[in-house]
Structures are given as C-alpha cells and as structure tokens.
C-alpha cells in the first residue's frame, strides 16, 4: 500500500481511534491501519454508514457501539491446546525443566503470564499441563498463573470456564474427562484448575505498569504471548519485547505465534529454544 493511501486511512481513522482512547483507554494507535481500515469497515455496513466520517458520527449518538467495534478489532480466535506442536513441546521438555530447576533450587513458586489470553483456553491448558506434571512426579508447588487482555467481554467468560465443543476438540479424551464437566451449557472446568488462573485487564502498552498489576512483581517463569504482535506496528513492538524482557526471569521462556519473532534490539536477549516451535529463552 503506498504512504499516501496509508496516510490517507491514518486519517479517516485517527478520530475514532481518538474517541475509543478518551472512552476506554485502549489505545489502537499502534495497530495496522490497514487491518483496522478492514475489520472497522464490518460495522460500517451494520450501521448504515458511507464512511469512516459518519460511523464517528454513529458511534457518539450509540454508545454500545463502541463495544461492538472493539469486538470485531480484537478478534478472539482460540481453543485448547491451540498449536498442538507447540504444546507438546511444552508439555514434554519446557515445563519439566522449569519445575526441575524450581525443585533443585528449592524454589516452590512457579509463575506464568498469558499475555492477551481471549477466552481462557491458552492458561487454562497451561494449567492442565502444569498440574499433570506435578502429578507424575509428585511434586507441589505454588502456581501462579495471571492471564490478561484488554477484551473485558471476553474476560467474564473466561472467569465461567464453560466451553462449547469447538474449545474442546483438540483435548485428548482422558484429560477431557478428568479435568471437565459436561453441563447443559457446554464443558465446564473443574476448579481444581479454573481457580489457577487469575484473569484481568491489561494493555500491553499501559505506560504505568510493565507487568498486570495484579501479578505485583514480574519475574515470571514462562509468558505466552502469542499472535498478539502481529497487531502492532514496529514501534509498539519494541515497546510490548522491552516489557517482556523485564517481565521475564533469568533463563525464563517466552512462547510467541507461529509468525512471530523478538525485534531487532530484542534479539539479543532471546534465544531460539527449537526450530519447529517459536519459543525463546531470555538470555
């Protein structure tokens, strides 16, 4: 696309963008304009509007709107156990080392960050696979599993833990059974697990805190941060690596999308653990 279109839509959107910040806090700014040109043009037509000029118009006289187009910007695409590989690999070579580490260190605390976490299904399986693992090895340990997002709709329901049966497709069926309730309402999680997960707000490019809140201190063991980056232009992605840096412990993983990778002046701090699968140690 060339710099004149691209500037072009920069200016039809930057007032809604505006309006969003001043409403919600959520900052879009950094996002693709070509992405948000695309999926903002989805309510277009749903409100009847010509042009970006009129939905501004739309959006302050209807105040659900705003939810409606946050909806479609942040697409939640998600289940368990999404990208099998990757949590196997996890599951098989990852997690164990982590816990081994924590064990010979006398270290019983293990935490972990799901950054941009949607429905729940990615902490949820990590949950699954943590306390599989303590389990077969008889360990105990304190888990701390934070989840974030800036999706406040998505959130609630992540907090129920009840999934229909596309979630659930890719959970081998002994897990299904032990760790879910069928309910008239889909697969219910069991607390055992759903109480793990600590699920709140966060932008990633809040400039107050470089970790959630609520986790207080970052130095997490394992942060997933995945197919989030590839919403954001260059700039904010050195922002969101140089919060991931921090926020990870010495020796601690960070687990990205498939077509993710660190930045340029993160690429340092990182190294590739595997080549089929995009996890990285912090170095």
Known sequence: MGNNKMLEINTELMPILDYVMEKRGLDFSGYSPAMLARRMGHRLSAANSNDFQEYFSFIKKNTNEIDKLLDVITINVSRFFRDTLT???????????????????????????????????????????????????????????????????????????????????????????KYFITTGEGFQLVPEISDQVVFSFYDMLDKKHSVPPESIFGTFDLVLCRNLLIYFNPEYQETIFAKLCRGLAPNG???????????????????????????????
């Not at 070579?93 to 960050?113: G, N």
């Not at 406040?152 to 959970?171: D, H």
């Not at 077509?259 to 699968?277: C, G, H, I, Q």
């Open 253 to 283: 993983y960070l687990v990205l999308g498939e077509t993710e990778t660190p930045t340029l002046n993160a690429m340092p701090y990182f190294k590739r653990v595997v080549d089929f699968s995009p996890i990285y140690t912090k170095q």
């Open 87 to 177: 949590f196997d690999f996890l599951a098989d070579k990852i997690l164990p080392a982590i816990v081994l580490e924590k064990i010979q260190s006398q270290d019983h605390s293990l935490r972990i960050w799901s950054a941009g976490c949607s429905r729940g299904e990615e902490p949820y399986s990590v949950a699954i696979l943590i306390r599989e693992l303590l389990r077969k090895e008889g360990f105990t340990m304190n888990l701390h599993i934070f989840a974030t997002d800036i999706d406040t709709r998505v959130l609630k329901g992540a907090k129920k833990a009840i999934y229909p049966m596309a979630s659930v497709e890719n959970i081998k069926y002994r897990l299904l059974k």
